[in-house]
């Protein structure tokens, strides 16, 4: 069985996690979310981009 998950939805799950089990304030999450939405405007977001998409190849693994 194949489950796809956005990956924007596996780092909610995460974020939520953090709040919840590890005390983190969500100030701080909403802070680093932030600091995502902005990044994602500047000349690093294509790096960040090829290197997400590049990491999840690699833990999915080749399905030939």
Avoid: K, Q
């Amino acid at each position: 069985m194949t489950v796809s998950l956005p990956l924007v939805v596996v780092l909610g799950f995460f974020a939520w996690g953090a709040v919840r089990f590890l005390g983190v304030r969500a100030w701080v999450v909403v802070l680093v979310a932030l600091f995502g939405f902005w990044l994602s405007h500047t000349f690093l977001a294509p790096a960040i981009e090829t290197g997400t998409r590049s990491g999840v190849h690699v833990i999915n693994g080749s399905h030939a």
